[in-house]
């Protein structure tokens, strides 16, 4: 449903993208994670033809978005990261202007706007107008904002920043129940919890650059495994380690041992940390999960809002 | 261009107008307060200039249509500056309506609204305050009409130039009383210094004037205003011209308020 190949994007001396490979096929969740500035919003803003890319191909569905964009919007329903709803109108007049725009009308339209906004249990709501809604009730009307056509490529960028745990539980409910129904979805965040909630194939972008992809069991299969990190008050010492595996990683105050068996380890760290243990802040053991594949993938933990020095 | 989604934006703008109805009620009863205001100030120098029997509202009336019109030329640029300051812009973008489509929907209704609040003035002043058109009605029409397409290209146009609202506001303020001002619907260019009725004409409202005046005064009718209408209709292809020129629809405008 959505093939993108070589994608580049710089924004004068910044580069956003380098060489961006990706694929959607129907009835699939991507999860494109990452953390801030790692390109996610400006791929999504590129296959939503809101952006040129300076070279690659983005084909929706088997249209060439580049070359003819309205076609390929046609198929699309993007809810961008920043909430976008028309506040002084009402909830019900926000769905029938995406629904008219994408060419719904009449009784097709009527009903498309009822189960948009049951879906995301504001049918209750939609007389009141948008401007009078609380933040996760907003949130919930700019996702259905993007359902209401039935997209067949639902771009999802960063859908539940900011939400409340309750809207965050129906948004990735649904997005399930989508991606049930045939729609292929591209859904940016920077949530791992949520990527590992919607068993979605993960494609892990960082600094412009994909840097792995895959299911998620597969990706903490193949780079996950537990890791003990031990903080210091100041430079972490370098410490021998006599049991199999990797050796340990030094980054400012932490220490990091990759582990299968964080007790044992933790045991002979203490031993090998010697003197330095009156220097000792906390010791951390960091479980195989989506987590410890980024630490092990990227070298650094995941910090969500973290901002990407780009060059 | 696809009329479906061009009209669904017409519409979208229509009910944000009927949500916040203080611009449409502004310009259509401030005209009728000002032109009610200026109608005695305006007699003695119509009768000085030869008109028989004038009541002042042979120049209030015109004078306040046009200066009401060019005072709202920031309407039709803040639907857009709008749409910045809720997020909604990049969701049109991302939708089936090409940027023409959102221009025409969005400036529509700017539109309508300056020809509405032009009609509805020199309509009511018949009864109150006397206003007698001895042209012809339809030329009137086919007048104010030429007015609102030129004002409102001139108004894309700023919107096309200004980065931020305030910027909009500034031009919109700027521009509005230049064109209300120097282009005589204020005071009669006769009136005005010698430069400044020199250089009237280089603005759409002067000729505006010319033809509303030749209607309302003169008894003229859609011949008479041929002149005045293709000036303004020529303004409106310059403006249109250098504001597709210049309107980046993927430039981030800032929206306060």
Redesign the interface.
């Known amino acids: 449903m959505l093939r993108v190949e070589g994608l580049h994007k710089s924004y004068g001396r910044v580069v956003a993208l380098r060489g961006v490979d990706l694929e959607v096929s129907p009835g699939e969740i991507v999860s494109l994670l990452g953390p801030n500035g790692a390109g996610k919003s400006t791929l999504v ?1 590129i296959v ?4 040129r890319p300076d070279a690659g191909t983005v084909f929706v569905g088997g249209v060439d978005a580049l070359a003819r964009p ?1 076609a390929a ?2 198929l ?1 329903g ?1 809810a ?1 990261q ?8 009402t909830v019900r ?1 926000n769905l029938t ?2 629904g ?4 719904l ?1 009449g009784r097709e339209l009527r009903t498309r706007v009822q189960e948009v906004a049951e879906a995301l249990l504001l049918d209750d709501l939609l007389d009141r ?1 948008a401007g009078e809604l609380s933040g996760g009730q907003k949130r919930r009307l700019h996702t259905a ?1 993007a359902l209401v056509h039935r997209p067949r490529l639902l771009l999802l960028d960063e859908a539940t920043a900011g939400a409340d745990v309750e809207t965050r539980a129906q948004l990735v409910a649904l997005v399930r129940e989508l991606a049930g129904e045939g729609s292929a979805v591209l859904y940016s965040t920077h949530y791992l919890q949520e990527v590992e909630t919607l068993g979605a194939s993960v494609v892990l972008i960082d600094k412009g650059s994909v840097l792995a992809r895959g299911a998620v069991a597969e990706l903490v299969a193949r780079h996950g495994g537990s890791v003990v990190e031990l903080r210091f008050d100041g430079e972490a010492p370098v410490i021998t380690r006599d049991r199999p595996g990797r050796q340990p990683e030094r980054d400012g105050n932490l220490l990091r041992i990759p582990t299968a068996e964080p007790g044992p380890e933790i045991a002979a760290a203490m031993t090998a940390i010697g003197a330095h243990a009156a220097r000792l802040q906390s010791v951390e053991v960091v479980r195989a999960n989506l987590e410890t594949a980024y630490l092990a993938i990227t070298g650094r933990r995941y910090k969500p809002g973290e901002e990407i020095e780009r060059a | 261009m696809s009329p479906r989604a061009c009209l669904a934006v017409f519409r979208h703008e229509l009910r944000v107008l009927r949500r916040d109805p203080s611009t449409a009620v502004f310009v259509i009863v401030m005209p009728l307060v000002l032109a009610a205001l200026m109608q005695r100030l305006f007699k003695g120098t119509l009768v000085a200039q030869g008109v028989t029997g004038a009541t002042g509202a042979e120049f209030a009336v015109p004078g306040m249509a046009v200066s009401f019109a060019a005072f709202g030329i920031g309407y039709a640029g803040f639907a857009f500056f709008r749409d910045h300051g809720w997020g909604t812009w990049e969701r049109l973008r991302a939708s089936q309506a090409s940027s023409l489509d959102i221009l025409v929907g969005k400036v529509a209704p700017a539109v309508g609204l300056s020809l509405i609040q032009m009609v509805v003035l020199f309509i009511l002043a018949v009864p109150l305050f006397g206003l007698s058109v001895t042209g012809s009605w339809p030329a009137l029409l086919v007048t104010v009409f030429a007015l609102a397409l030129c004002l409102n290209a001139f108004a894309v146009l700023l919107t096309a130039v200004a980065r931020t609202s305030q910027q909009l506001t500034v031009f919109a303020s700027v521009g509005g009383l230049v064109l209300a001002t120097l282009g005589g619907a204020f005071v009669p260019v006769e009136a005005m210094p010698g430069w400044a009725q020199a250089g009237s004409p280089v603005l759409p409202t002067y000729w505006a004037m010319q033809g509303l005046l030749d209607v309302v005064i003169d008894g003229g009718g859609l011949l008479d205003v041929a002149g005045p209408v293709a000036a303004l209709l020529g303004f409106t292809a310059v403006f249109a011209g250098l504001a597709a020129w210049r309107f980046r629809f993927d430039e981030p405008k800032v929206y306060w308020g």
Do not use: W
């Open positions: 803003s939503a033809g809101l952006r309205k919007r046609s699309i993007l961008p920043d909430l976008g709803i028309y506040p002084i109108v007049q202007l995406f008219e725009l994408a060419g009308r107008l904002a």
